[in-house]
């Protein structure tokens, strides 16, 4: 029987968690959801491991953030990193990660996760792990939809059509992020999942769909692998993978492929979008605030309080009197924002882009 | 002529100003109004010393605070620095402080000033100094009252007897913190003053007072001031002081004494009394917001921003919709509390001291 393997892809930067996210701490190393303390790359990691080990578990991100990703992930074996020189999107860092997994166990099944979302039932989410994984015998690719439970317009969803068996249907149809009255009529149709960014696909079955719909990233890709199974990888990766076409594989070849089938998921799941999303995700007391457990309360409710300074237990954050805010400590910087403006984040930061320039 | 000298009562605790004031770092310690940076008591020493030069200040403080008070004011002599090995109120703090005066001058004209208040027209703050020194040739105290600008029920008030010439009363009665109603009818009236805790007396003057009025605090004086005369004075003031007894000038002298003059002084003065009044002295942004010059404010108005930690200039501090909030960062704490609810900063005081016990 395949094994299945794990390809988690943690190059993203994400500005939405300033002042905690950074540019060499990004979104996926931070505790923004989950058990206290852990990381959303740790939490990605833990949830698949009783049905995926270590050792095939690899892990996709920047040059830059390589050894942050280590310290993350300490037991995973220092080869299952893949730095990428340069960010192509998410076409050429699949096509790279299969290859690379090709040359190791042609028959691998391959899952493809993001590296920072959060999911309340995991083992709800490795059941329909399994049934997607399952679905590669007979499909070129299977994702998971998640069943949504309000109208999000920042979200693809995808359509549901023939029933598989199980919680499988044929994806019938790809949607990108629609608007508002649209997103409401494909939350009380049924008929419509949120595409949750987890692919599933047999090595040989993403070489061949790579080879077809993108024969500019396949040629690239052969070539780097040609320099990887000669011992030479390192030169030809930096010399080639800038080079490559920055496509999603969405575009370039989900939208592209017959056969695409989907799990209809109902575990809990959430992209952690924003301070809001980090809030609704906490464990919160009976005021709604999410605080650490020193925190002064007064008269305050709903408030998320967030200190990923370097010793957060040195410091007392007092909140007299103030509702629905979210307030975010780093070394560095200190946030207060009411948590509906959440994305409004980027304004602080384009305010302080602007003030370097 | 008799020389003018200055007792500058820098002994207080003060807890509105968590997180920033604590037992080690007191109110006078901190930069809370006027010249960004500036301690209170820097400011009160540097306003005097136009009419009164660094060798004729003694500051009295606590023993634990000494140091502090040193390194905040580095132009004044080491000996003038008096530590108070217990705190005993005001008239022990002012009779000792005397006592060691009349040593060094038996003339001295001595003013008594608080270390943690605020004057916008400094100038005009001197003139008053003057007068009401002037004042101690015919009188026995003399005081400066502050022209009330509002019913304010947190200050004492001084009754205005017969004009003594130029801005000078008799002080026909002192009133204590008066209700609303009443504190009205004083600012209406226009014979009402704040009390400002300022006093002006000759040294020989206070002495006869303190025995009259005090005579066992004299006695204690006495003994402590024979021991100085003898070059040993520490063992002794660290014998008796504790045991002085524990009551204010106001009570124990001012109220008793004949002959107590006061200066009506309109030099915008305030007792900096929370971080409200804080705001209201701080230099303002356009939007009403005090705070510091590399903070991001987006959609952000009547704020105040007191960043008192060891780098203050390493943190960004980044507030986006929020209004009329104080938001005071120390090493070890922050606090976040609208401005208007600032009396409220005792309440996570002692929730803390809760949590200790």
């Known amino acids: 029987m395949s094994k299945l393997y794990a ?18 701490r990004p979104k996926q190393l931070l505790p923004l959801a989950g058990q206290p303390g852990e990381p959303l790359l740790a939490a990605t990691v833990r949830r698949i491991l009783p049905i995926c080990p270590a050792e095939r578990i690899l892990v996709v991100t920047a040059n830059h953030l390589t050894a942050a990703m ?34 190791r166990d042609p028959d691998a099944v391959v899952m493809v996760l993001p590296s920072d979302h959060f999911i309340a039932d995991e083992a709800g989410f490795r059941s329909a792990v399994l049934e997607a994984a399952a679905l590669t015998k007979s499909c070129a690719i299977a ?14 969803y995808m359509e549901k059509g023939a029933l598989l068996g199980g919680s499988a249907f044929e994806v019938k149809r790809f949607v990108e992020k629609p608007d508002r009255a649209r997103a409401e009529t494909y939350v009380t149709s049924g008929q419509y999942l949120w595409n949750s960014g ?13 080879g077809k719909h993108l024969p500019e ?26 080079t490559l076409p920055a496509i999603s594989i969405d575009h370039g070849v989900m939208e592209k492929a017959d056969g695409v089938a989907m799990v209809a998921g109902n575990f809990g799941w959430s992209d952690v979008g924003s301070w809001q999303s980090s809030w609704e995700l906490a464990a919160k007391d009976t005021d709604g605030n999410a605080a650490p457990p020193n925190a002064v309360l007064i008269d305050a409710r709903g408030n998320l309080v967030s200190d990923l300074s370097s010793h957060p237990s040195g410091r007392v954050v007092a909140l007299v009197g103030v509702h629905d805010l979210a307030v975010v400590i780093t070394d560095d910087a200190l946030l207060v924002i009411p948590r509906e403006r959440a994305q409004d984040v980027r304004k602080a930061l384009e305010a302080l882009h602007d003030r370097k320039v």
């Not at 390809?7 to 060499?24: E, H, L, N």
């Not at 890709?221 to 990766?237: P, T, V, Y």
């Open 7 to 24: 390809v988690i892809m943690a190059g993203g930067a994400g500005t939405r968690f300033w002042p905690a996210s950074r540019p060499d």
């Open 70 to 103: 280590r310290a993350a992930l300490p037991d995973l074996p220092a080869e299952n990193f893949l730095s990428e020189p340069a960010p192509r999107n998410t076409a050429p860092c699949i096509g790279w990660a299969t290859a690379t997994l090709a040359r």
């Open 143 to 156: 994702t998971i939809g998640i069943t949504p439970t309000r109208p999000e317009t920042g979200y693809g």
């Open 198 to 210: 987890m692919f599933f696909f047999r090595a040989r079955a993403m070489s061949d769909m790579i």
């Open 217 to 242: 990233l396949a040629r690239g890709i052969a070539s780097i692998d040609r320099a990887a199974a000669a011992g030479n990888e390192a030169a030809e990766l930096a010399r080639v993978f800038p």
